[in-house]
């Protein structure tokens, strides 16, 4: 599980580009071929955000993709084992102004034969300027110079791979059943800096340590079932965002028999609302 | 496009029984066939909760399924035409404790091939007792007896299939462009009164009008792209909520160039949440 290759200042191929590598499959049209990448590894599998950027990926690189993202389902049905994997997307409708996909993530099994590891279904939309307000607000929080970059508290490699200095609602420093909300606040960015783009939108959408982690400051088993992801921004404004930092905020809502919700919003430093995302997450006891 | 028989009160079943009556065909497992429902009728096809209703109870039907719902997301490729139509559900990966789903609807399309008109993703689940806690605590309002039953103000035939009163947000009386939020809140229940249950729950969870008319006061084109609802309740909370009304909350959190988000939360009168929803909705101008 070394990622030093990958990881390396020196290397001319950012991480999460060498991570997103997918190789169209003479098979058939929409499939590809990629590998599990090291340096994005979480406990048993890779982390959430990269396995949701690879199928966003898979649609980039579609021959017949139409628009840009609007939206992304990803459902976690099992765990990625380290190595090779297949990608389908298809595009299961195209209409003048938005384009339907549903995408798998397939590895072989213990016995060889091909296992459904993700299921997903995106949109993308050809988007045109209408009028507009964000109905949210940026929140007032100090700038990203002022809060440290504080390491995440709990030692998985893909959390190397990002910046987070957090505002509020960092992971516990004592699991002492003492939370008492599951707000976050943070600003953050993939390092070493790498310009934004949909497919790194998509993975910051997912950084955030589980809710429950904070709201009962007891650290449980948890993983990610399924996530959303609404992409507000075009093409043009994650480009004039840049290497700058997004604000991210996070929130349960509801903790119950096991699953629990999370909202999220991300703004870039300039106020503008990029994404907003929701996922349901398994948690035990 | 009457719907006299549907609603009569005579009628031993219930309306929105009989728009999600599925009979199983003997071609394929997880193959159902159906027909819209003229008193669910929206403007130019189906309420789109119905939709999502009947996707999950192809779901509920399936003789494979393992557990409860947990998470459904609905992605509207199409419109679909009045008449019959096909769903096929489809359990892609058990586990344990969690069964992932893959789901469509196909009709006929002019030309006599079958058309994806929706692509739908789920999971259900084994769910047990933990620790729970809800951090979204159920809004203080006025009780239902309290507010008076609106009529909606605009006249497609799914709407009286709801009763509805509205607290705050209710539809602009005036089209004048004097919008400056985007909350609605509101007791809701189907009409004739019907005990709650999963299906019925995940169509009150799109019985909101359009964020955009809300916050613009104008009244543009507008339509769910995707809606995602997760189900926090068991079928046991289902059942004693009963006849009772759901307190529904509604908010747009980003409008930018045709398309806005909305989140959802609904609880039952002894404030229990039950479901959060999201959607992302195509608007126009």
């Known amino acids: 599980m070394t990622s030093s290759a990958s990881t390396s200042s020196s290397s001319s191929i950012h991480p999460l580009d060498e991570a997103l590598q997918l190789t169209a499959s003479s098979a058939a049209t929409g499939q590809y071929e990629g590998q599990t990448h090291p340096g994005y590894w979480n406990m048993v599998g890779p982390f959430g955000g990269i396995t949701a950027a690879t199928l966003l990926q898979a649609i980039l690189q579609h021959p017949d993709r139409l ?26 409708r195209t209409n003048r102004s938005t384009q339907h996909w549903t995408l798998s993530i397939l590895q072989a099994g213990a016995d060889g034969a091909q296992v459904v590891t993700t299921t997903a279904t995106a949109v993308t939309a050809v988007r ?8 949210v607000p940026m929140p ?3 700038a990203p110079s002022a809060q440290p970059a504080i390491p995440p508290g709990f030692g998985v490699e893909w959390l190397n791979r990002y910046e987070m200095r957090p505002i509020t609602g960092a992971i516990p420093r004592q699991w002492d059943g003492s ?25 910051l959408a997912d950084v955030f340590f589980p809710r ?3 709201r009962r400051a007891r650290q449980v088993p948890a993983g990610t079932v ?6 507000h921004a075009t093409a043009e404004q994650l480009q004039a965002t840049g290497t700058g930092f997004l604000l991210g905020q996070a929130r349960g809502q509801e903790f119950r028999n096991g699953f629990f919700d999370q ?23």
Not at 185 to 200: E, G, H, I, K, S
């Open 226 to 231: 399924s996530i959303t992801v609404y992409f």
């Open 140 to 142: 007032e929080v100090p």
């Open 179 to 203: 939370g008492d909300h599951s707000l976050t606040q943070l600003w953050m960015r993939d390092t070493p800096a790498r310009p934004l783009d949909f497919v790194a939108l998509t993975a």
């Open 212 to 214: 429950v982690w904070l």
């Open 67 to 92: 628009g840009d993202p609007l939206s992304l389902t990803v459902n976690y049905a099992g765990a990625l084992t380290s190595g090779a994997f297949t990608v389908q997307a298809t595009p299961v």
């Open 128 to 135: 045109r300027e209408t009028w507009s307000v964000g109905d």
């Open 263 to 285: 909202t999220v919003q991300l703004w870039n430093e300039a106020g503008t609302m990029l994404a907003t995302s929701h996922q349901i997450v398994y948690y035990k006891e």
